[in-house]
């Protein structure tokens, strides 16, 4: 019996180290400043003294109310796929107002995979190359496991929540043809 109790504890203990890893990898740049590599989450990020940067940067913006629509409107059937660098300015500056721009708009976070890139702008398990991503931040909109279109760093028009509001408010002018 003891040994079978043990047997049992081993196992949930190995199934607790499986389970509870991350899938990210950690390293520091040459500066010292923490990188975050592979599938994170705003938890991540907004809890880790290392990026400060997340709530600084969330104070005082003012989601686009045309995209906060257009997000509230489709949120059940898109999903968002968002490449950032932990390290990179551009990534610190709209990541955490991309974060308040999908609380506006009560997306739920089930539905936004977060994908860390380092400084070669690469991630585990190829996804970087899998999505072509040349650039970050890369703002990615789905739906039915097809990409919609993206918004590169602050968009063409230098407004990148006003772009991802336009690329998804697209998605019913075209499925209406």
């Known amino acids: 019996m003891k040994k079978i109790l043990m047997l049992v504890f081993v196992l949930i203990g190995i199934s607790n180290l499986i389970f509870a890893q991350d899938f990210y990898e950690i390293s520091r740049d040459p500066n010292?400043?923490?990188?975050?590599?592979?599938?994170?989450?705003?938890?991540d990020?907004?809890?880790?003294?290392?990026?400060?940067?997340?709530?600084?940067?969330?104070?005082?913006?003012?989601?686009?109310?045309?995209?906060?629509?257009?997000?509230?409107?489709?949120?059940?059937?898109?999903?968002?796929?968002?490449?950032?660098?932990?390290?990179?300015?551009?990534?610190?500056?709209?990541?955490?107002?991309?974060?308040?721009?999908?609380?506006?708009?009560?997306?739920?976070?089930?539905?936004?995979?977060?994908?860390?890139?380092?400084?070669?702008?690469?991630t585990t398990s190829h996804l970087a190359e899998a999505f072509n991503i040349i650039s970050i931040p890369t703002l990615i909109v789905m739906k039915e496991g097809k990409e919609i279109g993206r918004v590169v760093e602050y968009g063409k028009n230098g407004m990148f929540d006003k772009e991802l509001g336009e690329i998804i408010k697209s998605i019913n002018t075209t499925s209406a043809k």
């Open 45 to 122: 990020l907004s809890s880790d003294t290392a990026f400060s940067w997340f709530h600084e940067n969330q104070k005082g913006y003012k989601p686009y109310a045309e995209a906060v629509a257009s997000i509230r409107k489709n949120r059940d059937s898109i999903q968002l796929i968002a490449f950032s660098g932990t390290w990179c300015g551009d990534s610190k500056f709209i990541i955490p107002k991309f974060f308040s721009l999908l609380d506006s708009a009560a997306f739920s976070q089930d539905r936004l995979t977060l994908i860390a890139v380092d400084r070669k702008k690469t």
């Open 32 to 43: 010292g400043s923490k990188v975050l590599k592979g599938i994170i989450t705003r938890k």
